[in-house]
């Protein structure tokens, strides 16, 4: 079993270069980006700037380049659910996802650690979002919630990209490529639970 604290993360982190910890925080948002794209309520475009948002982090990654700003942040604010409007059932993963972009954006710009952390925390609540209702696990222990497949998923995926740009001294578009390959499944399992999530939820109302 891993699990993955905000702690360590930072630690990780704390030792590798900006571009690498820009690295680790948009993978965490890449694996959201498919639950963000079940929301009804997003038009094309807003779904299509997401993607532009992650389609750039990646292409900076790959280049080996930090420091550059990617103009997402402002109009991310527009894509997070309206707090006063009807709540939708699948909104939770939207507003992981977008926040999880703009720290991958304010990460990449700074090279603040802290902002990589908070990427993959919003992973994390994702996964416990999941655990709660699709793993009936809302009373339990955080030990038996870590324990669920829906927070190793995450934990282990998490871990193994650290472990990556930590120990790995290949080419960054090399590990991009790697991690983003390696991100794939979990971001579709997320959103196969996502999907659970959403008809749980309706038939509870």
Do not use: N
């Not at 702690?7 to 910890?21: F, N």
């Not at 993607?51 to 930090?66: I, M, N, T, Y």
């Amino acid at each position: 079993m891993v699990v993955l604290g905000e702690q360590r993360i930072h630690e990780m982190l704390s030792g590798l270069p900006p571009v690498r910890r820009a690295a680790f925080a948009v993978g965490c948002a890449e694996r959201l980006f498919p639950a963000y794209c079940l929301r009804p309520e997003y038009s094309p475009g807003e779904l299509a700037a997401t993607r532009k948002a992650l389609d750039e982090l990646w292409e900076e990654v790959e280049a080996g380049r930090s420091g550059r700003h990617i103009d997402y942040q402002d109009f991310a604010q527009e894509l997070l659910p309206d707090p006063d409007s009807q709540h939708h059932s699948l909104d939770v993963f939207a507003e992981d996802a977008v926040s999880a972009t703009v720290y991958a954006c304010e990460c990449l710009e700074s090279g603040d650690v802290q902002a990589a952390v908070w990427s993959s925390r919003r992973e994390h609540e994702a996964a416990y979002q999941i655990a709660c209702v699709v793993g009936r696990l809302e009373h339990a222990s955080i030990e038996k919630i870590d324990r669920s497949p829906y927070m190793q998923l995450v934990y282990c995926r998490q871990h193994e990209d650290l472990t990556i740009l930590c120990s790995d001294k290949s080419p960054l578009r090399r590990i991009a490529h790697q991690l983003r390959i390696l991100g794939q499944p979990v971001g579709q399992r997320m959103a196969q639970w996502a999907k659970q999530y959403q008809v749980i939820l309706e038939k509870a109302t």
